[in-house]
């Protein structure tokens, strides 16, 4: 290959770079206290997690979403994947707050010594967001619920 079409590839790789980094922005995907530019495009092009696939007690289907007891812990199963990692996002849309921890199996294939993506700590409070990575071995959600209401709390997955 000629170095003349080395650098022409290279332009255009980052063109496409350039342009989802933009297309993220427009969609309000990158704001300036927000994620940077490359973690948002990776987490644009990370699958969603199939919810149809999760188990445990507060799972429910019909509302796309976990319904859990107030002060007591729910374990949801989550299945292993033929490759790569999912993404799944939650909202809180009742309650005051849901604690949440992602552990993935023992076996899990790291990626560096520092891979902290195994054991993931969420905080899931109003109006606000939050991704887990959620490793090709699947692993366990134990998700709790602190409403001083004692109502249930329930989080929406994306």
């Not at 990370?46 to 374990?75: M, Y």
């Not at 992602?102 to 993931?120: F, L, M, R, T, V």
């Not at 967001?129 to 709790?144: A, C, D, F, N, P």
Request: aromatic share 4%.
């Amino acid at each position: 290959m000629s170095g003349q079409k080395i650098v022409l590839i290279m332009l255009i790789a980052l063109a496409v770079l350039y342009a989802a980094g933009v297309g993220l922005g427009l969609r309000g995907g990158v704001s300036g206290g927000g994620i940077g530019w490359v973690e948002g495009l990776s987490t644009a092009l990370t699958p969603r997690l199939d919810f149809e696939k999760l188990t445990g007690p507060c799972v429910d289907r019909q509302a796309n979403s976990f319904v859990i007891p107030p002060e007591s812990p729910c374990e949801v199963s989550i299945p292993s994947f033929k490759s790569g990692t999912r993404k799944m996002s939650l909202r809180l849309t009742a309650g005051t707050q849901i604690k949440g921890r992602y552990g993935a199996p023992a076996e899990h294939e790291k990626i560096d010594k520092n891979d902290e993506s195994a054991n993931q700590t969420v905080s899931i409070q109003p109006d606000k967001e939050v991704s887990l990575v959620i490793l090709k071995e699947g692993g366990v959600l134990l998700l709790t619920c602190d409403n001083k209401a004692k109502a249930p709390c329930q989080a929406a997955v994306k």
